[in-house]
């Protein structure tokens, strides 16, 4: 406690950022608000009416959510060189920093993408901390923060990603980026114990206590030079610190020797606008600005209050002279059938009807909400039937375009991600090792691979993510469309396939290579067995043809001397002309129908 002036001037920076984002950190609430479904009734309504919340707020959140977060994210490294071993080495680390984005999201409830696309859609900001667990060992046993529990924390990689809610962030910024952040935000004493150690031991009694649970604000300050954390008694807000005499100071200003912030903090919106709270514009912002979120659910709560308390109306009055009724009605039967009394009779009363203004007003209030939030076709809106699919495409990828502000807001936090983690590797010379999780690399699954210091060039990083939506495609298209580009415009093979979304396009490319050179070996066995075969055929037919040559000459009688000279084709005399008497009647005495030849005619 007597060091306490020393962050005078930081508790006073302090409450000016936080005084700065105030009119921003009000309409931060009410999107909260409005997606827990927390809304109230104005005063002066009748007594029938009960409260009826609409989740649009919650749906236009959480839809677009899963359906930008659902798929890993396409990282890419941009080599530095256009040589291969350069794009495979970018390769290998794409994969990399996928291992530990995949580690990471197993310390927390959901993955660093869900995280990072719902604040961005829901705030329309985002900030992320990231902490090299390898840098802060030291930092660890300065604080003598037990080492079991930092080999604990370890396990699951070596980087760990903080995403804070940005109500709690306010960052400065100057025509070049952000230049100083400050983080405020509930965290109980026990929490800062096991954070900071003996840092915090001024909290240890209260880190102790069984009984209940003492609440701090932790104001934690980071710029390009220095850092410095403190807490004060959670006094119901963290909008305004307490005092400087009630601070427990948990580290001094401290000089640190990064070369960079740890952090991405980005916004969207248009630093046109002079008013903090219209730079940013959420998906509900207009629904909240415009008085639409408390018109539907005053109008749904008055068409349900309406419905419900006439639900038990009458359905029938009984007219007549005769004061005492003894009506009776048969329910047993399946036509119900009154006895009225006599001289009587029932009359039946029309059934409640809801005021179509109502009706009218309220479908036109949320088909306004619908387009100034999120398309119906991206919250599971069911198709009508006989829909072509063509058709259907058209309208998610036009729904898509709503989200694109978001997804490319998401999309610029996850590069600057990456790119802390190498600058992290880096500025603290301790090598990364990771694992290639790639279950389609048959060679490499499985491969332990490291990143040295020496080889990252911090002025040298570039990444690009991109979200793959989960919403049903057409592949047939996308593979056209990349087929002619490559047939017609000569785009690389390898360009081609990185945009209809292969993964590692190079590991892909060669292993078609060694595919096509598998093939041709195999293609040449083939061939050669081919050609054994035929030759073989062609020896055996020689063989059969000279046999049937060999046992036709043995068959034929001997020939008559001078006769292959007669050939009548040749314009010689027959032979039988030439010697009758070698002809077959001459010497078997016998024409070919066994009669006696004729001799000397």
Not at 201 to 218: F, G
Not at 290 to 295: H, L, S, V
Not at 369 to 386: E, F, H, R, Y
Request: proline content about 5%; aromatic content about 8%; glycine content about 6%.
């Amino acid at each position: 406690m007597a060091k306490i002036s020393i962050i005078k001037n930081q508790q006073t920076l302090a409450q000016t950022m936080i005084d700065r984002d105030k009119e921003r950190d009000s309409d931060f609430i009410e999107y909260e608000n409005m997606i827990h479904g927390v809304w109230n009734l104005p005063e002066g309504l009748p007594a029938y009416v009960g409260k009826d919340v609409n989740t649009l707020g919650h749906d236009a959140v959480y839809s677009p959510t899963r359906v930008l977060s659902s798929l890993e994210p396409d990282v890419t490294l941009f080599p530095l060189a256009g040589n291969q071993d350069t794009r495979d080495r970018a390769n290998m680390i794409e994969q990399m920093i996928k291992w530990q984005l995949w580690g990471a999201r197993k310390r927390r409830h959901s993955s660093i993408v869900t995280e990072i696309v719902q604040s961005s859609i829901m705030y329309h900001a985002v900030a992320v901390e990231m902490v090299d667990l390898d840098y802060q060992k030291k930092l660890y046993t300065a604080l003598k923060i037990p080492s079991k529990r930092f080999e604990s924390i370890r396990r699951y990689g070596r980087f760990a990603f903080n995403v804070y809610n940005p109500r709690f962030v306010h960052a400065q910024y100057s025509q070049y980026g952000v230049e100083r952040i400050l983080v405020s935000q509930i965290k109980t004493a026990y929490e800062l114990y096991q954070n900071y150690g003996e840092a915090a031991k001024a909290l240890k009694e209260d880190a102790d206590t069984v009984d209940s649970i003492v609440e701090y604000v932790e104001y934690k300050m980071i710029d390009t030079e220095e850092t410095c954390v403190w807490a004060e008694p959670y006094n119901g807000s963290t909008a305004k610190p307490v005092g400087e005499e009630d601070a427990i100071v948990i580290i001094e200003p401290t000089k640190h020797k990064m070369s960079y912030l740890p952090w991405s903090v980005r916004c969207g919106g248009s630093n046109l606008e002079t008013r903090e709270k219209y730079k940013y514009h959420p998906v509900l912002a207009s629904v909240l600005w415009f008085g639409q979120w408390d018109n539907i659910n005053m109008l749904d709560s008055l068409k349900t209050s309406k419905a419900m308390a006439t639900a038990g109306a009458p359905d029938a009055v009984e007219e007549g002279a005769n004061p005492r009724s003894d009506t009776k009605v048969d329910y047993d039967k399946p036509f119900q059938v009154a006895h009225p009394s006599p001289g009587n009779k029932i009359v039946p009363f029309p059934t409640p009807q809801i005021d179509q203004r109502l009706l009218e007003v309220s479908a036109d209030l949320r088909s306004q909400a619908m387009k100034s939030t999120i398309p119906g076709v991206l919250q599971n809106q069911d198709v009508p039937s006989g829909m072509a699919y063509a058709t259907y495409n058209l309208q998610l990828q036009n729904a898509l375009s709503v989200v694109k502000p978001y997804q490319e807001l998401a999309e610029r936090i996850l590069s600057d991600v990456c790119e802390l983690m190498l600058l992290s590797i880096h500025y603290s010379k301790i090598p990364m090792r990771a694992y290639n999780w790639n279950r389609n690399d048959a060679e490499g699954y499985g491969n332990e691979y490291t990143i040295d210091p020496e080889e990252i060039y911090p002025d040298g990083i570039y990444f690009d993510v991109k979200l793959k939506a989960d919403v049903p495609s057409d592949e047939m298209v996308k593979l056209q469309s990349v087929l002619q580009a490559v047939a017609g415009l000569g785009m690389a093979k390898e360009d081609a396939l990185e945009r209809f979304g292969v993964e590692n396009p190079s590991e892909t490319m060669n292993k078609r290579f060694e595919e096509q050179l598998l093939e041709n070996e195999v293609n040449l066995i083939i061939t050669g067995k081919q050609a054994e075969q035929q030759m073989a055929m062609q020896q055996q037919i020689a063989q059969q043809q000279m046999a049937m040559q060999q046992a036709q000459a043995a068959a034929n009688p001997q020939g008559v001397e001078g006769a292959e000279g007669m050939n009548p084709a040749n314009g010689s005399a027959p032979p039988a002309m030439v010697n009758p008497g070698a002809t077959r009647e001459m010497q078997t005495g016998q024409t070919r129908s066994g009669q006696q030849a004729m001799r000397g005619v």
